[in-house]
């Protein structure tokens, strides 16, 4: 197994309840534990639309046989079960997961980047991510 941190945030709906059901989803993964859950802060939309809500974020940290790849596309078919749809880039959404690191892999692909390229650029992934590191 090999340890993850994923980034987790909400804008629309009830948010700290989307936060809450994406966590026990990922918990639910075949070959996957949870291993450490951040507190959730608010935080200011970056980018996209305005006039957005605020988003809730949080991370977590997490074991897992699942290859990178397979975890991705788990987490977006989760994103999908808690009513993600596409939408306009940094748009407001339902859910976001990220996958931050991925053990001390580096993939740079189209559809997969780690780390996540804006990890420490952002002040709402360092914040709950220095909680659980």
Do not use: W
Not at 22 to 34: D, G, P, S, V
Not at 37 to 44: C, D, L, P, Q, R
Not at 113 to 119: G, L, M, S, W
């Amino acid at each position: 197994m090999v340890t993850c941190y994923l980034g987790i945030g909400s804008n629309l709906g009830n948010r700290g309840k989307n936060i809450r059901l994406a966590i026990q989803k990922i918990r639910a993964l075949k070959n996957t534990e949870l291993l450490k859950t951040s507190g959730i802060i608010e935080t200011k939309p970056m980018g996209g639309p305005r006039n957005q809500g605020k988003f809730l974020n949080a991370a977590i940290k997490i074991k897992t046989k699942l290859t990178p790849h397979l975890l991705l596309k788990k987490l977006k078919q989760i994103e999908t079960e808690l009513g993600r749809a596409k939408t306009i880039r940094y748009g407001p959404r339902v859910i976001d997961l990220d996958i931050l690191f991925y053990a001390d892999k580096i993939i740079n692909r189209n559809n997969l980047k780690i780390p996540h390229p804006k990890v420490f650029k952002r002040e709402f992934v360092i914040r709950p991510l220095l909680e659980i590191v």
